[in-house]
């Protein structure tokens, strides 16, 4: 399986993966923080660095970036952009129209360029219009599920997937 992170962080869609016993034949992330990008490299050398989302693009089979460019299929999308503006602790709260939370628009945008045969967003409780607007645009309603699940963390969480999800209406 080939993957394709965005806002990679420190590869915690590595760690699911691995976890889950799910085989990663090349893993492509773009993320622009140096720490996330120094803990990715000394956990998984393998991973392939892009770059700055905005500068990557997919056409007829290439994965162009910053980086260089990469023959090759996607089958797996992930990611969650930036969650600034959604968080219940901005109090500005710019939603999709704040700087970093709409990063969103660049997830979309490289989702329809590469067709993967599976995607998965993240992202944090947030106000009902951005909620609905993702929903639309991602084309499914959202899984939502309490980080107390799986961490010390009480917090709620929204995954917008193709993966069992129920097509959207």
């Not at 993320?31 to 490299?41: A, N, P, Y």
């Not at 700055?52 to 969650?80: K, R, T």
Request: charged share 25%; proline share 2%.
């Amino acid at each position: 399986m080939n993957v394709l992170s965005l806002f990679d962080g420190m590869s915690c869609g590595q760690i699911a993966l691995e976890r889950a016993g799910i085989k990663v034949d090349k893993y492509f992330a773009s993320e622009i923080k140096k720490d996330g990008i120094k803990v990715t490299m000394a956990n998984y050398p393998n991973t392939i660095q892009l770059g700055d989302v905005c500068n990557v693009e997919y056409e007829n089979g290439v994965l162009h970036s910053d980086n260089g460019d990469f023959e090759v299929e996607i089958d797996l999308l992930i990611g969650g952009s930036p969650c600034q503006d959604f968080s219940i602790a901005n109090s500005e709260r710019k939603g999709l129209d704040g700087v970093k939370s709409g990063l969103f628009y660049q997830y979309l945008r490289l989702k329809e360029e590469v067709s993967p045969a599976y995607f998965l967003l993240e992202n944090v409780a947030m106000e009902q219009s951005s909620y609905n607007t993702i929903s639309r645009l991602m084309g499914t309603h959202p899984v939502d599920i309490n980080s107390e699940r799986v961490s010390a963390q009480l917090r709620q969480r929204s995954y917008w997937t193709n993966i069992g999800a129920e097509d959207f209406d």
